[in-house]
């Protein structure tokens, strides 16, 4: 079934979107319903362009001569084409519902605007992920930066024009190395068509530097350490529902590009590239739930998660580079599973911890968690979609982050089994700093949860909080029901994400379910299945709510009423768990790492050498008017004079001008 | 006497009378010469009519007649009357100047046309010779005056040479030229008129000296 006309419906629907909202700018009510509504509708086709394609595992293409000489328009919607094409169009339907509501916040504030953008923000991705050459990809590429970059700068405080100033920078330094990259593959192919890439046979160190170019370019799409200095800037800046396709998916799309170009395009033929991207996965998810635990401000601690998140799934992509690289299939399959699959997952469960964070910030006006507390009464519903990401960001199982994280270990785990010494200790270091950085997740999810939700309120707002409304509710419902589905499903959704996997890394069928077990390629080795997992939960559950019952009448006789105390005091709100002292320990024990974040952060260096450059910008411009313009003003201005002599005011004098001019052309004709 | 030297003679009375527009002081004086200049022209016309048996310029010579001869001399006599600047009056060259000056005219005139060779006016060089020179002289009665009524004159009398051009050289043209000769005299000085009484009502000048407004 060709589902490619559903793809140009969804993107032309989001278009429709976008302008309607920019039309309706006068009437905000109804240009934020066309916007939310085109946008749900446009994600529905998404989804019914995806799905079938992702299920059939049939790739689809469409090419014409488009109205550039020197590139075709070229559409490649294959497998990875689809998983993206299917994760943008979930997250999108879930912060179009979302937005219904939430952007009533802004009206009078350019809700308009970001109606616009938001719809234009989504098309261009959703445009960027099919299109199979060099020039289109740039061109959307672009598109996503610009119409993101205006929903960082939406606030139009000075912070966040600040954070999107540095975004644009990063964002833009980024797509320069893309443009490189793409600029070799060009040079050597003679078309700007991807699939004349995948053709090239390169030198080493020419492809090489072709996928370094990419890995740091799409990284610093993606927010990878060292380039994630503002994704913690840019992503809490923007509105709830963009920070969720921001961090949901505009980062995937990083992780996008180093697949399509490090195994797709150059085919990952060399051993070191797959540790680089693992080693910088390692580090990138370490620092990142560090930095994340220091957090006040709860949508930038989501945003550090996000650098978190990215290292797994890079740990996933690199784990499956170096299996092609060393010709193991079933690491290949398996690394690029893991990756994969947790890009799915981090995308449904970062969009919803966004849209709740939205939703707090929504009713308190603050992002800061040390002025929440409470919230699990007052917004019960968000607090239990919250919960169910926050379990899901995690790993607890059996929840789809559970899933994805398991697989990166299997995959890790096999890696350590093979290969060159080098491999085979990379393996376990990695695993450990997989196994700090889910310690730590849940650690700072704990915070989050309880700090924000738990415990007495500690500001009237969060005292007076109300729930959100449904729309808002529909949209994280749809998220979380989506974290409980993709890991009790596992062994259905396995397979399909394996499929993928095999056609990047072109090996044969891995097999990694039945019936309700995933396993790592045989089920001899080690097997996980989701639904036992939460049948046994639950009965653990059961089996404590039953005690409970049973000891009832024991329990009662020795309980005594009465208000809550601490070592001899009456409680005090001040007494509560908060943000800042809960992590306090973690952040003495850590306290080297803390420091790296500023040394390490490229945007000071950035910041400096931009004000170099304008210092030296201002030194030069004045050059040019002192040496050229002005000597070329100061003989313009001279010839004027000459030639005003010649203007003499009285007409008699034209006459004789035009009387002589005619003689003249007479001589000369006459001549 | 031969009709060519009948022309011949007429066309020197042509420049004698250019001068006497030039060289009076009141706007009302020059179109009565002017007047007398148009009827000398009519001769001219009628003579060279009954030479060359050129019927087209009976016709020619009857519209001069009412066009150049009365109509335009009334409109100009009648509007000029009342517009009066003594100080625009004087005029840059004397009368002395004004007679150098049209000497100097006339004898480059007739250098120039004596390398002419065409059959049609080979006996009227001398009046070919007289209507380039009046165009000159057109020119030079602009170029002198101050009074921008004197000027209007001078495009008469470019006009008037322009017109005594066409007929020794192109006398057979049809009826339609004649026309626009004689539409294109009529409106151009009735156009002028208007401007320049206009001009007199808002800045109170005929001189076109004070008229530099435009200067940049």
Redesign the interface.
Known sequence: MNTLPLVLVSVLLYVAGAFASLLLASNERLGIRCAGLAGSAAALAGLAASAPALLSGQTLDFASSGPFPFARFVVHFDLLAALMVFVISLLALAASVYSLSYVREYEGRGAWAMGFFMNLFIASMLALVVVDNAFYFLIFFEMMSLASYFLVISEQSNEAVKAGFLYFLIAHAGSVLIMLAFFLLYQHSGSLDFASFRHLHLSTPLASAVFLLAFFGFGAKAGMVPLHGWLPRAHPAAPSHASAMMSGVMVKIGIFGIIRVGVDILGATTTWWGLLVLAIGGISAVLGVLYALAEHDIKRLLAYHSVENIGIILMGVGAGMVGMATHQPLLAVLGLLAGLYHLLNHAVFKGLLFLGAGSVVFRLHTKDMEKMGGLGRRMPLTALTFLIGAMAISALPPLNGFVSEWFTYQSLFTMSLQGSFLIRLAGPIVVVMLAITGALAVMCFVKVYGVSFSGAPRSPHAAEAREVPAPMIAGMALLALACIALGLGAALVAPVIAHIASQLAATGAIDVASQTLVYPGSATRTALSTPLVAILLAGGLLVTVVLGGLYREQRQKRRHGGDAWACGYAHDPRMVVSAGNFAKPLREMFAPLYRLRQQADPSPAMRHSLSWLTGAASWMEPRFDDNIVAPMLRGIHWLGRQVQRLQHGDFRIYCLYIVAALVILIVLTAA | MTATLIVNNLAGLLFVTSLLVMGVSRPTASAVFYSLQSLVLVLIFVTLAATLGAGELYLWAASAFVTKVVLVPVIMYRALGKLQDPAASRPLIGPTGLCLAAAVIAVLSYLAVSTVKLAVVAELKPALAVSLGHFFLG?LC??SQRNILK?IFGYCLMENGAHLTLALMANRAPELVEIGIATDAIFAVVIMTLVARQIFRTLQTLD??Q??A???
């Open positions: 020119l602009i170029v000027q076109v000296k008229l530099t435009l200067k940049g």
